[in-house]
């Protein structure tokens, strides 16, 4: 609960930040707020490729499970807080470049490709670092404890004991039922995030000139 409590204060700080930044940008030459635009959307999906594809298999096949389970639980709150800011500051910049109002509705917001990329974008990250991954978190702790009391042992690259143990209870079949289901749907928002965020990048290099 407390890792929930936190992720919600930081979405609201967020929040109210991106509230602010329309005010920002009109004192911001049009050439700063496209490369704002460019240069967080490109972090976000940049991040999202090295931690999905590189830097997580490479810990995963390493290090024991609950080792790895630990560097997650303090990697993957940044990681969300980092895609989530540069999810915001993709959309309220791409709003700004196209004289987008907060109170144009969501149809106009939503009437390019473009924006409705940044939408499920911002939307996926929020989703994520409100709930997703901090119930994921935490469940994953459950596991390690139960696994600890009942002396299983902890191995590199593989999946909880608790599955294949004759120690396990009800209870403990339940945790895992619902890890797998956060742990699912967090990586599912964490694709659409970077799916969408590649999409955008893909559909502004087409009006690009060199």
Same mark, same amino acid.
């Given at each position: @609960?407390?890792?929930?409590?936190?992720?919600?204060?930081?979405?609201?700080?967020?929040?109210?930040?991106?509230?602010?930044? #329309?005010?920002? /940008?009109?004192?911001?030459t049009?050439?700063?707020?496209?490369? /704002?635009?460019?240069?967080?959307?490109?972090?976000?999906?940049?991040?999202?490729?090295?931690?999905?594809?590189?830097?997580?298999?490479? @810990?995963? +096949?390493?290090?024991?499970? +609950?080792?790895?389970?630990?560097?997650?639980?303090?990697?993957? #709150?940044?990681?969300?807080?980092?895609?989530?800011?540069?999810? /915001?500051m993709a959309?309220?910049?791409?709003?700004?470049?196209?004289?987008?109002? #907060?109170t144009d509705?969501?149809?106009?917001?939503?009437?390019?490709?473009?924006?409705? @990329?940044?939408?499920? $974008?911002?939307?996926? $990250?929020?989703? $994520?670092?409100?709930?997703?991954?901090?119930?994921?978190?935490?469940?994953?702790?459950?596991?390690?404890?139960?696994?600890?009391?009942?002396?299983l042992?902890?191995?590199?690259?593989?999946?909880?004991?608790?599955k294949?143990?004759?120690?396990?209870?009800?209870e403990?079949? $339940?945790?895992?039922?619902?890890?797998?289901?956060?742990?699912?749907?967090?990586m599912?928002?964490s694709?659409?995030? @970077?799916?969408?965020?590649?999409?955008? /990048?893909?559909?502004?290099?087409?009006?690009?000139?060199?």
């Amino acid at each position: @609960m407390d890792q929930l409590t936190s992720s919600g204060s930081i979405v609201l700080l967020q929040c109210a930040s991106a509230a602010v930044l #329309p005010s920002v /940008l009109h004192y911001v030459t049009n050439d700063i707020v496209k490369f /704002l635009n460019v240069t967080s959307c490109s972090t976000a999906f940049g991040t999202q490729v090295w931690v999905g594809s590189i830097a997580g298999l490479t @810990m995963f +096949r390493t290090l024991k499970r +609950r080792t790895f389970g630990k560097v997650q639980s303090k990697l993957f #709150p940044k990681y969300a807080i980092l895609n989530t800011s540069c999810s /915001l500051m993709a959309l309220v910049t791409y709003l700004h470049l196209n004289n987008i109002g #907060p109170t144009d509705g969501f149809s106009k917001i939503c009437g390019k490709w473009e924006g409705l @990329m940044l939408t499920y $974008n911002l939307l996926s $990250n929020v989703a $994520n670092s409100l709930y997703f991954i901090p119930a994921t978190t935490n469940l994953m702790f459950q596991i390690h404890a139960r696994e600890s009391a009942l002396g299983l042992e902890d191995e590199v690259g593989q999946t909880s004991p608790l599955k294949r143990s004759d120690k396990s209870t009800d209870e403990d079949k $339940n945790i895992l039922k619902k890890f797998n289901i956060n742990h699912g749907i967090s990586m599912l928002m964490s694709l659409v995030s @970077m799916g969408t965020c590649g999409a955008y /990048l893909y559909f502004i290099a087409g009006g690009m000139t060199f």
